[in-house]
């Protein structure tokens, strides 16, 4: 199976017990109904990124769902925690593969924690690609060498953070990339 579709989900969910506050995780990004199953980081070649609405119509209960997914979970008092994806998209799109990132944080904003998973996928594709860049130098920088290279397309990332409930509750973020299957009619 080689997805061709993707879609971008992000939950938070609080309760007393850790797996429900998964759970609650998960329904608030509208994919609970699912039997997850987490892969590692490529974007396949004609892979389409689609919108998270488009995406939850073609979900069935039960079925089995590849995804990546970043979570962070904590029932420390007003912990800072946050989980981001990033993805990195090649320009010849039909011929090269992309970039998937997770990155989970305690204490980093969403802003810090998605644009750092954002350089993670960034970062992994130029090195495939050959683009030459001082990985030293800030993220801002070399998201504009990675853009002028010709060789990556797009970036973007989706992040969820949240602020640990006051008194003690379990709290947990997930961002995901949802991998769908192509239908025949799209193979063809």
């Not at 990155?103 to 954002?118: D, L, P, S």
């Not at 060789?151 to 953070?161: R, Y």
Request: hydrophobic share 35%; net charge negative.
């Amino acid at each position: 199976m080689v997805p061709g579709k993707l879609f971008l989900t992000k939950g938070v969910g609080v309760h007393k017990d850790r797996l429900a506050s998964f759970e609650l995780a998960l329904r608030n990004a509208g994919i609970e109904k699912c039997n997850l199953v987490y892969v590692s980081s490529i974007l396949p070649p004609n892979c389409k990124i689609i919108s998270k609405e488009e995406g939850l119509k073609l979900l069935k209960a039960g079925e089995i769902t590849f995804c990546v997914m970043a979570r962070s979970e904590s029932n420390e008092p007003n912990r800072l925690l946050s989980a981001a994806i990033g993805i990195a998209v090649p320009s010849d799109c039909c011929n090269n593969y992309g970039y998937l990132s997770e990155h989970h944080a305690f204490g980093e904003t969403a802003k810090k924690t998605g644009e750092y998973a954002e350089d993670l996928a960034a970062t992994m594709l130029a090195t495939t690609l050959g683009v030459e860049f001082n990985p030293d130098t800030a993220w801002e920088e070399r998201e504009q060498i990675y853009k002028t290279s010709g060789h990556i397309f797009k970036t973007t990332n989706v992040c969820q953070s949240a602020e640990c409930n006051k008194d003690g509750l379990w709290t947990t973020t997930i961002a995901v990339a949802v991998l769908l299957e192509q239908t025949k009619k799209e193979k063809n």
